[in-house]
């Protein structure tokens, strides 16, 4: 299927448009995120490479939930952008997509100093636990994967490319990642469908399929993917809700002593513990039933992580 076609899913899959399997929001208390770091020499490297690679830099920012976004151009107005791995298909709210010239697609999308025009989106009323989000578009995985997108996570960076890399611009990027990552290798992501990324995890050397959720304020497991690792999971006073499903929820906390992703181990890291199900996730989804967690914004910002869209590789640091 080619991206950017959302009327090719399968009907049962598709009850409500678009699949946005993250975008956590917190309605109380405090949990553990992380506030990158400044990027520095480390971001400007990649970027430097990029760019001599034919990429084109858009700068994002970050909020304290652990998102990325933008204020862009939809048509000539300005609009707010979520970049958000974790959503399929790409949405324009409602109230912006009446002002379309043509129905389904933006014909002129300026993220910074890009512009790129016949773009397709589908309108859908964009809304968290039952209020208007804060975001007027989703920029979700097609378009990343159309677009050849590597994401900075921590960098804050969002890089685009009209074509693919030829095999020996590959070999360069993909060496400049090894150094970055401090030679670590690079996680291999599987495409699924309906459209999302996803890559195989080990937590305390259990096996675990992770959805790669930019959108995703925390990294979370499913309750009966804890309980099949034998994790231990405390309670926590905050709720939380999402753009998939109505109401608050409560949720634990469980501390993986031992994360492992291509290769690359990470010690004591805290995933959000809730039932996955309404997002279409974990034994009991009707979406990605194999998947058992989300890799969020804030291990990805943690950890450093760069995202390949077009070769399908997460490269990450281990924080220091």
Known sequence: MSPGQPSDRPDRLRPTG??????FVLLAGFFLYTIPRAAGAETGNL???LKQLGYEQVILRGTAENHLFLFGRVNGRPRSCLVDTGWSYTTINLNTARRLTTPGTVNELQLGRVTLT???VVAQALRVNGQPASFDLVLGCDFLIRHHAVIDCAGRRLYLRHEPLANEARKTLAEVLH??????GAARLTRREPLALTCAA????GD???LVDTGAMWSCLDSRTTRALGLRVAASPNQITGAAAAGKREFGVTRITAFELGGRKTANVNFAVLDLADWG?????????????ILGGDELAASRAV????QLQLWRRSPE
């Open 47 to 49: 970027g430097a490479t």
């Open 18 to 23: 678009p699949v946005p399997f993250g975008i």
């Open 179 to 184: 150094r970055r990552g401090g030679g670590g």
């Open 307 to 310: 995202i390949d869209c077009d």
């Open 281 to 293: 996730l974990g034994p009991d989804g009707q979406i990605l039933s194999s998947v058992g967690g």
């Open 118 to 120: 016949n773009e397709p």
């Open 208 to 210: 675990v399929e992770l």
């Open 202 to 205: 080990k937590l305390n050397g």
